[in-house]
């Protein structure tokens, strides 16, 4: 049978709206931006425990008082784990795309249960939203929106959007149809019987839409990370990547923070606004007084409540201040300038990222770091949303990527190389020397050859070539995963002198830290070796000379990556860019080497403080 090219056909139709509808998606993105920074503004303006007061005396007006004090203390516990800047990022985006998600679905599913036409025809849609994998939904969101928080919404907000369509259809249709009758017998318009009579018995249902809307989203967040929405997502990613259990567990507590507490509050918003739910609420205050756990206080008092918060914090100037400070130790050159710098979790590029986040940062730039896969990497600089990464191994790893983006990237030069790419066994593996001795031994190694994230270009490599050539591409199976879990791989299986093969590249710590053997490569497979080099957006040296100079003329030596990459490895999570301060300390004169100062600048900077 002929093979549909059903993918060739939606790729030309995204092109096309790429081409010829940018202006609506860059319209749509300032809209859905614009929503995004106001409300994070809103979050982060007050200090985190007063802001988590407020949100505290909103669950006791609507659950009651141990919910407030859970409420608090759930809010307390993020903040305890340096999380509250994370968790008001994510807050923030769940709720731009629920509330563009309601303003599509409540609309829609009004229509919906108003015609059978109408419901014919949305309901295999919403099925298809419904079941196709989350993910894919971020592959046109990134072509349309770019990188970041308004990608992150709209895959967000499409992937939410059919529970508040069925929810509001299914509400409206199950209102008693004699009520209906009854309003039409007595001349109601339809408008006002829907506005007064449907809407309001279907309102239950709907709540529980927005609360399914809202959960939805939430579960979307960590998907969303993968293209720069930051915030906890960001952090699971961060951790999925980097293999860190602590910082897993941290950023998904913060997500069931959130998630348990928008639940509550949702479910009892619903029964509060909704003509049964005060009735009921009636009836339970006159059947006499409620036990102290379960009172709750009218909304006037709750009011009340949240403005002597805000005006004791005020009193006691405890609001966020929004006046930034600039880090710098050396001249400010920068003058608050921001970078943003992306990196693949490799531990080359872990160690320069943060390397040149600490020596811009000592001249004033304000950077941020952000931990992407290859692909979304590459796009965020085509895009300009990024303005450089320092790991990109070229002419082969990376190929394509370079024949992709490349007429839409700055390639500001080599800073080490020639690398190698090869596979590895310990050095405990007898007969196994080259890849060519791999033949019929599968069965030594279960027939898998552990990998690394399957964006990364030597995975394509040694998929399409290496083991073709070798005539191993029917014996072995390649896993893919990421850096972090190939490594726990290889330490689990040498603890226990077990034959293992895995993808590595030279220079790499785990060379001085095992003893490893890299297996030759007679046929040349891999190629030549790569350099890396810094790769930036376009024009990014021309908005930033000073730094695109540092950046060309940067180079390191095997020694000083390696043990630069060793202090990182033994600082831990979090612990980054101290160690770079560490080893600059430890090194001194490179930060003058690689990032300097003229004499002149060095006078008159801003700070006046010299280049030491």
Do not use: C
């Not at 990464?389 to 990237?409: R, S």
């Not at 196994?432 to 690394?452: C, E, N, P």
């Not at 810094?534 to 730094?547: Q, S």
Request: net charge negative; hydrophobic share 45%.
């Amino acid at each position: 049978m002929p093979r549909l090219q059903l993918g060739d056909w939606v790729d030309d139709g995204v092109s096309w709206l790429v081409d010829h509808m940018s202006w609506l998606f860059d319209a749509i993105k300032m809209v859905v931006e614009g929503l995004y920074d106001g409300i994070y503004a809103v979050l982060t303006a007050p200090e985190p425990l007063l802001l988590a007061g407020i949100l505290a005396v909103a669950a006791w007006w609507l659950r009651g008082l141990v919910a407030g004090v859970l409420a608090f203390a759930g809010f307390a516990l993020v903040d305890s784990m340096a999380l509250w800047d994370k968790a008001m990022s994510t807050l923030a985006l769940v709720l731009v795309a629920t509330l563009v998600a309601l303003v599509i679905s409540i609309p829609l599913g009004i229509w919906a249960a108003r015609s059978k036409t109408v419901s014919a025809v949305v309901r295999p849609v919403l099925d298809l939203l419904q079941t196709m994998p989350s993910m894919v939904l971020l592959i046109p969101a990134i072509l349309f929106f770019g990188m970041g928080v308004p990608a992150g919404v709209v895959a967000t907000l499409i992937f939410a959007l059919a529970p508040g369509v069925r929810m509001t259809e299914l509400g409206i249709r199950q209102v008693d149809a004699e009520l209906v009758e009854a309003a039409e017998a007595f001349g109601t318009p339809p408008r006002d019987t829907l506005l007064r009579v449907q809407l309001p018995s279907a309102l239950p249902t709907i709540m529980a839409g927005v609360n399914q809307v809202i959960m939805l989203g939430l579960s979307m967040v960590v998907i969303a990370g993968m293209v720069g929405t930051g915030g906890l997502g960001g952090a699971v990613n961060e951790a999925i990547g980097q293999l860190d259990i602590g910082l897993g567990f941290e950023a998904g507590l913060g997500i069931v923070v959130l998630a348990i507490y928008l639940d509550r509050m949702t479910g009892a918003l619903g029964a509060q606004i909704s003509p049964l739910g005060r009735r009921a609420a009636a009836k339970a205050r006159t059947a006499g007084t409620p036990k102290l756990w379960n009172h709750r206080p009218r909304p006037v008092v709750a009011l009340a409540g949240v403005v002597v918060l805000a005006l004791v914090a005020g009193g006691l100037g405890i609001f966020g201040s929004s006046a930034q400070t600039t880090a710098a130790t050396g001249t400010d050159v920068g003058q608050g300038k921001k970078v943003t710098i992306g990196y693949i979790p490799w531990d080359e590029g872990i160690a320069t990222t943060f390397l040149w986040k600490e020596l811009l940062e000592e001249r004033g730039f304000n950077v941020t770091t952000t931990q992407y896969a290859a692909g979304p990497l590459y796009t965020g600089l085509a895009t300009g949303q990024i303005d450089f990464q320092t790991d990109a191994w070229l002419p082969v790893t990376h190929a394509e990527y370079w024949k992709k983006y490349g007429d839409q990237l700055e390639d500001l030069g080599k800073w080490y190389g020639p690398t190698s790419l090869e596979l590895t066994v310990p050095s405990y593996v007898k007969g196994v020397d080259s890849l060519a001795d791999l033949k019929g031994q599968s069965s030594k190694f279960k027939g898998r050859i552990v990998g690394i994230e399957p964006s990364a270009g030597m995975m394509g490599l040694l998929k399409d070539k290496v083991l073709g050539e070798y005539g191993l591409d029917g014996e072995y199976e390649v896993v893919d995963g990421s850096t972090p879990a190939m490594l726990a791989e290889l330490k689990r299986a040498y603890a226990k002198k077990e034959p293992i093969v895995v993808t590595l590249w030279s220079p790499h710590w785990a060379y001085s830290d095992y003893d490893l053997k890299k297996l030759k490569d007679p046929k040349a497979a891999w190629g030549e070796g790569d350099g890396v080099h810094t790769l930036a957006r376009k024009g990014f040296a021309d908005d930033n000379p000073e730094v695109g100079d540092w950046l060309k003329n940067f180079s390191m030596t095997e020694k000083q990556l390696t043990g630069l990459e060793a202090r990182i490895q033994q600082a831990g999570k979090g612990g980054e860019q101290d160690a770079v301060r560490a080893w600059l300390k430890a090194n001194p004169g490179l930060a003058e080497k690689w990032a300097p100062v003229g004499s002149s600048e060095g006078k008159s900077g801003a700070n006046g403080v010299s280049d030491n």
